[in-house]
Structure formats: structure tokens, C-alpha cells
């Protein structure tokens, strides 16, 4: 127990777990788009026993070592940036990420891919930037995760692959919030463990959608 130490030795025993966090940064879903893909994630979940969060598209799925409070002020540099339209294929839009080895890693078995804006680049890069202290060319190079290496909403964890083809495209919404996620552990058994940092409105004040 640490209830007997110094503050200063409990602030550090503190530190020293925060920093093992492994931390993502999100795009959210808005209401009312985000009840319908709650549904869709829920409905796939129950029927094939898989995990569910928070629905989103991953602009960084490592955002590098950091305490929580780090994470946060890090976030600050996506304020106001401007909201991200996320627009979805009508049809084929839902596909699983395919790995060199020819497997389907348990976070890309079904993703939704949002066409590539302009807002979702700059949103990307200056996340980049931010909490991985990528330089103006570096960021140059979009860099999103393999395998599909695109952004990407995921609407199932671990599931069989031929769940892709059940699934319907999400609707299109504007973005308007980014957020600090502790995906820790980041496996497929820690999802249910997944929990919000912290949140920031990519709307700078007095501007409307």
C-alpha cells in the first residue's frame, strides 16, 4: 500500500505507472451518428462475443511515453484546428486490414475508411507534430497504421472476418472532437480497460458547423 508514504514518494509511485500507459489520440463520433454506430458495434458484439469502445477514427494509435497531464497539454496544439468532415462510401466501404503474413490483425478486422480530406491530413499531421515531435517533413508522409495504413473506423475488435460483409457503412458526420485515450494494455483482452484522458473541441470559439 502507499497510504503510509511521503506525498512526494506517492506522486512518484504515480508517475512512474502513468508513464507505462500506452496512449492513443481519437477523432469522436458525434450525436446523432454516434448512437447508429454504437448499434451497429453492439449488435456485432453481442452476436460474436467481441469487445466494443468508444467509436472513433485513430488519428495516432502510439502517441508516445507520457504522464496523463502530458498527454493532455499535448492535445492542446488540436484546439480550434477545425472541425473534420468524415465522409464514407455508400457501398464496399467496410473491409479488414490484410498484413504482409496474409492475417487480419484483431484492431483492423473491420474498419470503415473515410475518404481522405484535407482536414483529416492537417488534423493528422498536427498530431503528429504534437505528441511525437515529428518534423514538418516527416509529416509530410501520412504514416497511418499498418496494415490498411489509411484512417480508419474500426467497428469490431477480434472478429471472424467474414463479419466484414454484415456490416453497414457508417453515416457521414463532421468531427468536432479529438481526445486522449489510455488504451492500456493496447491488446484486444485490454479494450474493456480502455477509458478517456481527455477531451478538446477541434471548433475554435463562436465558429458553427
Known amino acids: 500500500s502507499t497510504s503510509h508514504r511521503h506525498p512526494a514518494q506517492r506522486w512518484l509511485t504515480v508517475a512512474r505507472m502513468d508513464s507505462k500507459q500506452h496512449f492513443s489520440v ?11 454506430v454504437v448499434a451497429a458495434m453492439k449488435a456485432a458484439a453481442d452476436t460474436h462475443g467481441l469487445a466494443t469502445s468508444e467509436p472513433h477514427i485513430t488519428l495516432l ?12 497539454a ?17 457501398s464496399g466501404a467496410v473491409t479488414a486490414g490484410i498484413g504482409a503474413d496474409g ?27 504534437a505528441f511525437r515531435g515529428e518534423s514538418v517533413e516527416a509529416v509530410a ?18 472478429n471472424p472476418p467474414e463479419l466484414v460483409a454484415t456490416l453497414d457503412t457508417p453515416p457521414d458526420y463532421v468531427a468536432d472532437t479529438a481526445a486522449v485515450f489510455s488504451c492500456t494494455p493496447p491488446t484486444l483482452a ?20
Open 26 to 36: 481519437w477523432l469522436l463520433v458525434p450525436e446523432p451518428q454516434r448512437a447508429t
Open 61 to 72: 494509435g502510439d502517441a508516445g511515453a507520457g504522464t496523463e497531464a502530458e498527454m493532455t
Open 74 to 90: 499535448k492535445l492542446a496544439a488540436l484546439a480550434g484546428i477545425g472541425a473534420v468532415p468524415c465522409i464514407f462510401a455508400k
Open 103 to 129: 492475417t487480419v490483425p484483431w484492431n483492423q478486422s473491420a474498419v470503415a475508411v473515410p475518404a481522405p480530406t484535407p482536414e483529416l491530413s492537417r488534423a493528422h499531421r498536427t498530431a503528429r507534430q
Open 141 to 158: 508522409l501520412e504514416g497511418w497504421a499498418p496494415p490498411i495504413r489509411q484512417p480508419h473506423l474500426s467497428l469490431a475488435y477480434g
Open 190 to 209: 485490454g479494450v474493456p480497460n480502455w477509458r478517456e484522458v481527455a477531451r478538446t473541441s477541434l471548433v475554435a470559439k463562436g465558429t458553427s458547423l
